[in-house]
Structure formats: C-alpha cells, structure tokens
C-alpha cells in the first residue's frame, strides 16, 4: 500500500454510541481513509469484512509516528497490525491510541506472535510489510465505565475474522476461556518465577491507590452475596496444607491409629484447639501421655 499525505477535514465519527469530531489538520502517510455520518447506513454489516476507517504505516519511521499525536492522543478504538505478506493480522483495543502504538513498537505489554512476526519479518524495517488500520476511532467521557463496551467490541472484531489467521491468542478480549497454555509454556513460567527476583512485584508493595483499584468491595466482588460449596472449600482447604499427605494419631510405638486430612479435622477429633494439635505436630512431645500427632509420610 503506497504512502499518502492526507488531509482530514471535520467529519462526525459515529460508532457504538460514541461521538469525535476529527478537526482539520495534516498528517503524512494515512491512507485509506473513509468517513461516517450519522446515518444508520453507514454502519458496517457484521456479514462483510471490517473496513478501516483510516491505515498508518511508515511504522519504522519515529518522526512520523509523533506526528499522529494530535490524532491518536487519548482517542480510543479498535485497531490492528496487518502482515501485507501472508495477511495475517493482530486486532486490539486502545483507550489511547498513539500510546498503544508506541508500546507495541517498542515492545512493552505486546503480543508475543506479534512480537515474533515483527523480528521474523522485519515489519519495522524497509520495505514496510506491516500497517496499522484503525476500525473504530471515538473518545469518551469516562474510560472505567466505557473499559466493557470496549472490550465487547474489540471481541467482535476478533470473531469477524478467521481466527487461524490471527496472531491473537484469545477469541474473547480479556478473558483465558478456552485457552491453554502448552506444558513447554508452562515449565518455562515455572522455572522463570523460581528466582522471585524475576516477579514485576518482588520487593515491592502496593501503593494505597493501587489497592484500592485492586480492591473489589460490595457488587464488584464475583462472590458477593454467594457461598462458597461444601466440595470448593475443601478443595481450598487441600491447596492451603501444610501437610499435603495429611496428619495422624500414632502411638508410642510410633503405629498410626487414624488418619486425617488436616490439622483441623484431628483437632475436631479430640475436641481440641487446633492450636494445641499445632503444638505437639511441630514440637513432637506426646500429647496426654498417650498419642503422638505427626505429619503422615509418602
């Protein structure tokens, strides 16, 4: 796709609900670019391909890329990176689009198949093979109540295209549902988080604000107003052990009397606190002159 200097002049961008008003000014190497109006027709048909509604490309070219700024600074959309050699494409969604641009070129919070085609094909090197369509292009007024719409709408993207010719790893944006990590993936996530130097948050803590963004009180919390079930909380209470085998009443000739799952159950047992059980499991002394509580061995 050959360059073009562009000129956009004031036109109504209409999609979900949003509105901008792109103002005049030029811009180098935009090219395919179309307009909408407010009227229903304009409206892609969810049965035809998707239609950028503008293609930047000269991506390996940093002065142009700053000089978007004033078109993609704080505006939020759908967008997508193409192959031209074999088409295949990544599609995503921005709050701010020139400030998505840049960290997939610089490789910060990207896609690894999109990572890896960058190197394999030289996307950023001449001659460009890769560009950068815009589907849908709006601002809004508050980016946490809009964050789901945009979500929904760039999984409908992802459904309207051959999903084997996608570098995406998910067909629903921001969910794992259905996507499996491969047993090499998943050695490679343990052996690289055995150095805790290597977790983004070691040594470090949370500030105050964070916690509150992370913090989901009231209807926010998936579990508000549920219970968890008799076989969840056991399953949580299996992963939480500290003794994976279990614990055990043995004698004093060190012969198991009974068995139990955790700490807890042989307290409940005996009708004491499972502080005591803890006590005499970590201590070794003999409870009531009688019994001995130790960890059950593999």
Same mark, same amino acid.
């Given at each position: 796709?050959?360059?073009?200097i562009t ?11 949003? !509105?901008y @008003?792109?103002?005049?000014l ?6 395919s670019?179309?307009y909408?109006?407010?009227s229903?027709?304009?409206s892609?048909?969810?049965?035809? &391909? &998707?239609?950028?509604?503008? @293609?930047?490309n ?7 890329i ?5 078109l !993609?600074?704080d ?13 295949n494409?990544y599609?995503?969604s921005?709050k701010?689009?020139y ?14 198949a ?9 996307f !950023? ?5 890769s560009?950068?369509?815009?589907y849908?292009?709006?601002t ?6 809009s ?6 709408l760039e ?5 309207r ?5 996608l570098?995406n790893?998910?067909? @629903? ?10 047993? #090499?993936?998943?050695?490679k996530?343990?052996n690289?988080?055995?150095?805790k ?9 949370? @500030? #105050?604000e ?8 009231g209807?926010?919390? &998936?579990?508000?107003?549920?219970k968890?079930? #008799?076989?969840?909380?056991?399953s949580m209470?299996?992963?939480k ?10 004698? !004093?000739?060190?012969?198991l009397?009974?068995k139990?799952?955790?700490?807890? #159950? ?5 009708d ?5 059980v803890g006590?005499?499991?970590?201590s ?6 009688t019994?001995?509580?130790k &960890?059950?061995?593999?």
């Amino acid at each position: 796709m050959n360059s073009a200097i562009t000129t956009l002049g004031t036109n109504q961008v209409v999609r979900t609900g949003y !509105l901008y @008003t792109i103002s005049r000014l030029k811009v180098c190497t935009v090219s395919s670019n179309r307009y909408y109006s407010t009227s229903k027709s304009d409206s892609q048909s969810s049965d035809l &391909p &998707p239609v950028p509604i503008l @293609t930047i490309n000269n991506l390996n070219n940093k002065d142009c890329i700053k000089s978007f700024r004033l078109l !993609l600074k704080d505006k939020g959309g759908i967008y997508s990176f193409i192959n031209t050699v074999n088409g295949n494409q990544y599609i995503g969604s921005a709050k701010d689009f020139y400030l998505r641009l840049n960290e997939h070129l610089d490789n910060k919070k990207s896609n690894i198949a999109l990572q890896k085609a960058f190197a394999k094909y030289g996307f !950023l090197a001449p001659p460009q093979i890769s560009i950068f369509p815009i589907y849908e292009y709006f601002t809004y007024e508050s980016k946490i109540i809009s964050h789901k719409a945009l979500t929904d709408l760039e999984s409908n993207y992802i459904n309207r295209f051959n999903f084997d010719n996608l570098y995406n790893f998910k067909a @629903t944006a921001t969910s794992s549902l259905g996507y499996k990590h491969t047993e #090499e993936a998943r050695l490679k996530m343990v052996n690289y988080y055995k150095d805790k130097n290597n977790h983004p948050m070691f040594g470090k803590t949370h @500030t #105050e604000e964070a916690l509150a963004l992370i913090s989901k009180p009231g209807e926010l919390n &998936p579990m508000f107003g549920k219970k968890h079930s #008799e076989a969840t909380k056991a399953s949580m209470s299996k992963k939480k052990n500290k003794y994976p085998l279990g614990v055990g009443i043995y004698d !004093l000739d060190d012969n198991l009397i009974l068995k139990f799952n955790n700490n807890v #159950e042989l307290a409940k047992h005996l009708d004491i606190s499972k502080v005591t059980v803890g006590k005499y499991l970590n201590s070794g002394l003999i409870y009531n002159k009688t019994y001995r509580f130790k &960890p059950i061995q593999g």
